[in-house]
C-alpha cells in the first residue's frame, strides 16, 4: 500500500512512508504473532464501547463477528494480511475495512495503539506464563522419575571440580535441578500479578474524553481492572521485564546443571543415550554431550536477551516510545529459547544415567570418606583439628604407599592408634546414606 493511503496518516502526517523506510520500520513480520491476542483485545474494547453506547448493539455483532472469525481465516490461508503495513494493529483494521466497510471505522474510538499494544502484549504474557510453568512441570515429572531409578546410587559430590564427598543422586538432582526450578516457578506468580491491570482506556497517554467502559473490556479480557493511570499503563514493561528475567534465570539453572552433567560425563560417571548425544565426523569413538552443551550456550542467549530488553527501555522517558516496538522480538525468543531447552532437559532426564561402579571407583580414588573417616572420630570425642590432622596425615601415608583411605584394614587403623570400629566410616555407600539422612523430608 503507499503511505498515502494507509489508514494511521492523515494529512497532518505529512504524506506517503518512502517504501523502503516502511520495510524496514514494520513490526509485521514480529508482531503477526499477536493476531489471536490482537483480536480478543478488540473484541473486548468492541463490548467497552456498546456499554458505553460508543455503537450500535447491530455494529458491535459485525465487528466481533468479523474479527473473531479472523485468526482462523489467517490460520487456514483463507485470508493473508497486507503485508505493507506499519503493523500487525493495522493490518488487522485494515482488513476489517474491507470485511465489514464503513463501521470498521468505529473499532479504534477512544484507542490507540499504544494501550492495544500494551495490552496484546499482556494477554501473550499471561499465556506465555502458563506455558512456561507448564515446562516446568514436566520436567519436575521427569527429575521426580529420574530420581526413583536412581535412589540407591551413590556419587561424589564435586567442590573445585574435585571428588569431595559421598553423596547420593536424588539428593544431587535435588540441588542441581528441582529445587532451583521451583523457585523460579514460584517467581512466575509476580509476573501474573504484574498483569493484572488491563491497559484498554489508557489511549495515546492520556485516556479518552468519550464514555467507553473499560471496567467491561478489562472483565472480558480476564484483567482485574482497568487502568489507574493512562501514562503507566501504555508505557511500562514492568510485567515482561520480570519474565524475561525469569527466563534468563531458568537458562542460568539449567546451564549450571548441564554444566554438571558433562563433568559427570568426561569422568565416565554418566552414560549418555544415544539419542541425545552427539558424534564426531571424525573421531569414532565419541558420544559427545551435545544436548547439554547447546542448553548451557542457550543460556548465554537468555542472559543477552534480559540486557536487550533493560538497554531498550534506558534513558526513555515515561509512555510510548517507537523504541518499544522491539520489545516483543526479544520476548518472544526468551519465551521460545527456555521452553525449548527445559523441553529437552525433560527429554534427557530419560537419556542419561548415572553408572553405580565408576561412581563408587571414583570416590574410592578421591578419598572422599576422609571427612566421615574424621567425624567418627569426632563422634567417638576427638576435637575437630586434631581428628582433621590425624586424617590429613593418614592420607598423605596412603598416598605415598600408592594406596587410598578406603584400603586401610581395621589392623591398619589399630596400628595408627584408631578404633578398629571406624572401618564403616571408610565405606562410601555407608557415608553417602548417612548424610543424605540428614536431609531426608
Ligand atoms: N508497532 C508499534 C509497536 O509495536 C505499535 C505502536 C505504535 N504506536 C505509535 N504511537 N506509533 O510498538
Known amino acids: 500500500m503507499s503511505g498515502s493511503k494507509s489508514i494511521a496518516r492523515t494529512a497532518a502526517t505529512g504524506g506517503a512512508l518512502d517504501p523502503e523506510f516502511l520495510e524496514w520500520s514494520t513490526s509485521l513480520p514480529i508482531d503477526r504473532r499477536l493476531l489471536e491476542e490482537d483480536c480478543r483485545g478488540s473484541v473486548a474494547h468492541v463490548q467497552g464501547l456498546r456499554a458505553g ?27 493473508v494480511l497486507r503485508a505493507d503495513e506499519e503493523d500487525v494493529h493495522m493490518a488487522i483494521e485494515s482488513w476489517l475495512r474491507e470485511a465489514v466497510g464503513d463501521v470498521a471505522g468505529k473499532l479504534h474510538t477512544g484507542r490507540s495503539r499504544n494501550d492495544q499494544v500494551a495490552t496484546d502484549l499482556k494477554l501473550w504474557c499471561r499465556d506465555a506464563v502458563l506455558r512456561v510453568e507448564s515446562q516446568i512441570d514436566a520436567v519436575l515429572t521427569a527429575a521426580q522419575s529420574w530420581a526413583q531409578r536412581h535412589d540407591s546410587v551413590v556419587l561424589p559430590a564435586y567442590t573445585h571440580r574435585q571428588v569431595a564427598i559421598p553423596t547420593m543422586a536424588p539428593l544431587w538432582l535435588e540441588g542441581a535441578l528441582t529445587l532451583p526450578l521451583q523457585r523460579d516457578r514460584a517467581l512466575l506468580a509476580g509476573v501474573r500479578e504484574e498483569l493484572a491491570e488491563s491497559p484498554l482506556g489508557g489511549g495515546a497517554v492520556g485516556g479518552t474524553t468519550l464514555p467507553v467502559d473499560t471496567a467491561v473490556s478489562a472483565k472480558a479480557l480476564g484483567f482485574e481492572r482497568p487502568p489507574v493511570n493512562p501514562l503507566d499503563a501504555i508505557g511500562q514493561r514492568d510485567h515482561a521485564l520480570l519474565l524475561v528475567f ?4 531458568i537458562g542460568l539453572h539449567l546451564g549450571r546443571f548441564s554444566a554438571d552433567i558433562i563433568e ?11 539419542a541425545i548425544a552427539g558424534g564426531s565426523s571424525m573421531m569414532p569413538h565419541k558420544r559427545n554431550p551435545d544436548l547439554f552443551e547447546l542448553v548451557r550456550g542457550q543460556s548465554a542467549l537468555r542472559q543477552g536477551e534480559l540486557v536487550q530488553l533493560m538497554v531498550t527501555f534506558q534513558g526513555l522517558g515515561a509512555g510510548y516510545h517507537r523504541d ?8 518472544f525468543a526468551a519465551v521460545d529459547g527456555v521452553i525449548n531447552c527445559l523441553r529437552m532437559i525433560e527429554i534427557s532426564l530419560s537419556n542419561f544415567e548415572l553408572l553405580p561402579e565408576p561412581c563408587l571407583q571414583s570416590l574410592i580414588r578421591g578419598d572422599a570418606v576422609a571427612t566421615d573417616l574424621c567425624e567418627g572420630l569426632v563422634a567417638g570425642g576427638m576435637a575437630f583439628r586434631d581428628a582433621y590432622g590425624k586424617v590429613g596425615a593418614l592420607v598423605a601415608a596412603q598416598r605415598d604407599a600408592g594406596k587410598r583411605l578406603a584400603e586401610l584394614t581395621a589392623a591398619d587403623l589399630e596400628a595408627a592408634g584408631l578404633d578398629p570400629a571406624l572401618l564403616e566410616r571408610l565405606d562410601p555407600t555407608v557415608a553417602a546414606k548417612r548424610r543424605a539422612a540428614r536431609f531426608a523430608r
Open 324 to 331: 518499544l516496538q522491539q520489545d516483543k522480538e526479544v520476548i
Open 264 to 274: 559427570l560425563a568426561s569422568d565416565g560417571l554418566v552414560k549418555l543415550g544415544g
Open 53 to 79: 453506547g460508543l455503537v450500535t448493539d447491530a455494529e458491535a455483532e459485525t465487528l466481533i463477528a468479523a474479527l473473531e472469525s479472523l485468526p482462523g481465516k489467517v490460520a487456514s490461508g483463507a485470508v
Open 246 to 249: 525469569v527466563c534468563a534465570r
